[in-house]
């Protein structure tokens, strides 16, 4: 989280901290973090397949879902938490590979977009396509959990 931006809690009624947990608290957090592990494990093993990191396939997503496709540097540096020049770096492997490319922006000359090329387009939808299967996956577990967890949690 080098960005120097913190995270906002999502929900201010987390219980109080002289409260102890319900046991089923924990069975749940448990169960939340097994299917993160497995979705993150099945994920590690896609990316590796198709040529790419983890933080390549996070960027074409992010890319992907930016408006008109295209996203500044600094912005995309903002939604992977890392600083400016490692958002740079990153943009300099996927240009590299194929998968993306920069845009002299039309409002900033001094600005430059980062756009997906066919072949990212390509490899995004292939990947995007196995890891919402992977997800899915883990779709019963994962509610269960978070289910779990929540309805606990108000009751402490």
């Known amino acids: 989280m080098s960005s120097g931006k913190r995270l906002k809690r999502a929900d201010k009624s987390e219980p109080s901290t002289d409260e102890a947990l319900d046991p089923g ?15 993150l494990s099945f994920s590690e093993a896609a990316v590796s397949e198709a040529g790419v990191t983890s ?8 890319i992907k879902v930016a408006p008109e496709g295209r996203i500044m ?12 020049h490692g958002a740079v770096q990153l943009v300099d492997r996927l240009t590299t590979a194929g998968l993306a490319l920069r845009i002299p922006s039309s409002e900033d000359k001094r600005s430059v977009l980062v756009g997906l090329t066919p072949e990212g387009e390509a490899l995004l939808e292939r990947l995007a396509k196995t890891h919402l ?19 606990l949690a108000k009751l402490g």
């Open 25 to 39: 608290v924990y069975e749940g957090l448990a169960g939340v973090r097994l299917a993160m592990r497995r979705f």
């Open 55 to 62: 933080q390549q396939y996070q960027a074409l997503l992010v």
């Open 73 to 84: 540097v600094r912005e995309l540096a903002d939604q992977m938490l890392v600083q400016h």
């Open 133 to 151: 299967r992977g997800i899915l996956a883990n779709e019963r577990l994962l509610i269960e959990s978070l289910t779990s967890v929540r309805r």
